[in-house]
């Protein structure tokens, strides 16, 4: 993984996304020496639960079929509130 600060990604932002195309490496970017945020290729993987978690894409839908009950615990409020 490369690191660039801020201040060289804005300024070659268009070079850095064809780059991270073109080799898959992801780039940190740092502010102050800190990493703020990485750029990467999308991800095959699905996150869920406003990015509570992840896992693997599944076959059909009907690997996804939670009850109410499991989606409650997942997110912590009810599905349905009254």
């Keep these: 993984m490369v690191a660039m600060a801020l201040n060289q990604v804005k300024d ?4 850095v996304i064809a780059e991270i195309a073109a ?3 992801s780039v940190e970017v740092t502010s ?18 406003l990015g509570r978690g992840t ?8 690997d ?5 009950d499991e989606i409650e615990a997942m997110i912590g409020q009810p599905v349905f509130p009254e």
């Design 12 to 15: 070659k932002l268009s070079a």
């Design 23 to 25: 080799t898959g490496e």
């Design 32 to 49: 102050h020496g800190k990493v703020v945020a990485v750029i990467s290729r999308p991800s095959t993987r699905v996150v869920l639960g």
């Design 55 to 62: 896992m693997d894409p599944v076959s059909s839908l009907d």
């Design 64 to 68: 996804l079929a939670w009850s109410e």
